[in-house]
């Protein structure tokens, strides 16, 4: 079998639920062996899987042990998809410093390290594909999400520069801009408002499409970018919004 029709060999962080979990169920409905990594041990159980391993992304050690561990049960690595991401508000001058640094460690910590420690495992399958999740708030920002809106603008840059640096071992490096997603994050992002419902119903009415976009959208866009189609498509910055940032 060729190496572009035999199965993947598929690692996706933040694997317990939301799009993580859709894209893991993608990469598994087209034949691909996939491990999922998370912290929430629990919720990584419900998941059909066929590697798991507990960890969390903005400790060196732990993406270490997961990753090596990971790789080592599927026999290598040649797709990653750094899909863990935590939400976050408030401005600059109201923000703590703790919550901000909770947020870059793992939305931007996150994906340095995980990229950092299956890089290697990439290299030695010849090269392959990581596709780090960002945001639309990564591209345009929004009120009182100072820290998230820095986050993913960082996780877009560093996408371009790994892209830039890895070329050279066959390793594509893309993103996905996902809108809001209908997922466990978004409504606890809701939940942390005066009036959830209320800014639920407001948000959804600036979706051009009418409403959020769903996690299977994204995974199917994550499909797309490991593809041997989109061999060409590198450093490339996917946009999959419901039209938000036009609007």
């Known amino acids: 079998m060729s190496a572009s029709l035999r199965p993947r060999r598929v690692l996706v962080t933040g694997a317990a639920s939301g799009i993580g979990a859709s894209t893991a169920a993608r990469f598994r409905a087209a034949g691909d062996r996939v491990a999922g990594v998370d912290r929430d041990a629990e919720a990584l159980q419900m ?10 992304v903005s400790d060196e050690g732990s993406v270490r042990a997961a990753v090596d561990e990971t790789a080592r049960a599927l026999g290598g690595l040649d797709v ?17 410093a703790a919550e901000w640094d909770r947020v870059f460690a793992i939305n931007v910590r996150g994906l340095f390290l995980t990229a950092k420690h299956a890089i290697p495992h ?24 100072a820290a998230y809106c820095a ?22 490096v893309n993103a996905i801009c996902p809108g809001p997603t209908a997922t466990p994050m978004l409504d606890a992002y809701f939940d942390g408002s005066d009036d959830p419902d209320a800014e639920r119903a407001d948000f959804e009415a600036t979706m051009l499409t009418g ?26 910055v996917l946009v999959v919004d419901a039209g938000y940032v036009i609007r």
């Open 47 to 56: 998941v059909e899987l066929d590697v798991r391993a507990t960890g969390d």
């Open 80 to 96: 990653l998809v750094s899909a863990a991401g935590v939400a976050g508000r408030g401005n600059v001058a109201d923000l703590d």
């Open 122 to 145: 990439l290299r030695n399958a010849g090269g392959g594909s990581i596709i780090n999740l960002a945001s639309q708030l990564g591209l345009v920002a929004a009120p009182d999400a």
């Open 151 to 172: 986050s993913k603008g960082a996780a877009i840059q560093l996408t371009r520069a790994m892209a830039i640096d890895h070329a050279t071992d066959g390793i594509t």
């Open 211 to 236: 409403r959020f976009v769903q996690p299977e959208e994204i995974a199917e866009a994550a499909f797309y970018l490991a593809h041997p189609a989109a061999r060409s498509t590198t450093g490339a």
